[in-house]
Each structure stands twice: as C-alpha cells, then as structure tokens.
C-alpha cells in the first residue's frame, strides 16, 4: 500500500467527546482516553483522516511549527500574477 504524502497544512480543534473510548497520540504515542480535554487535527482539512491529540502536544507542535495551519502554509507559496501583471506581459509580448 502506498504511502500518503506528508499534509502541507493542517486544521485543529478541541474535542469534546462523551464516548468511553481511548485513542493513541499520534504525536506522542501515548494513550489518551476521549473523556479528557484533546484536541482533533485533520490533515488539510480532511475529516476522514482525523487524529486526536493530547492538547500540550499539538500545542508544542505548533509551537516548533510542525503543524501548519492553512493560513500559515498559504503564505509561503508564490502568489499568481495579478490582473494588472498580467495585462502588461500581455502588451509586452505583443510589442
């Protein structure tokens, strides 16, 4: 099976859950259980792939910049030309 790229950026949440269930940190690796105070990380903003988090962890991983929210990520890509720089390579090349 195909490994999935890494996320670009990620969208974060508080969690609030009523179900006794317990979940794996995937940034720590310890166990949380989904009655404590965490927090859900969705990987470009894909809901299918959620992952609950320990919130000190998302945190301290926001904190290194390890989690990227799509503001962030936005802003390092290149902008495209806008109308006005488009229009003057336009008459440049017509030139």
């Not at 989690?67 to 890509?77: A, G, S, V």
């Amino acid at each position: 099976m195909a490994e999935r790229p890494k996320p670009r950026w990620w969208s974060v949440r508080r969690a609030q859950n009523l179900k006794p269930a317990t979940y794996r940190c995937p940034l720590c690796g310890r166990h949380l259980p989904a009655l404590s105070e965490h927090m859900l990380m969705f990987p470009e903003g894909d809901h299918s792939r959620r992952r609950h988090a320990h919130t000190k962890c998302v945190l301290a991983a926001r904190e290194a910049g390890k989690l990227p929210t799509r503001e962030e990520w936005l802003k390092t890509q290149p902008r495209p030309p806008s109308a006005w720089q488009r229009l003057l390579a336009r008459v440049r090349r017509a030139e």
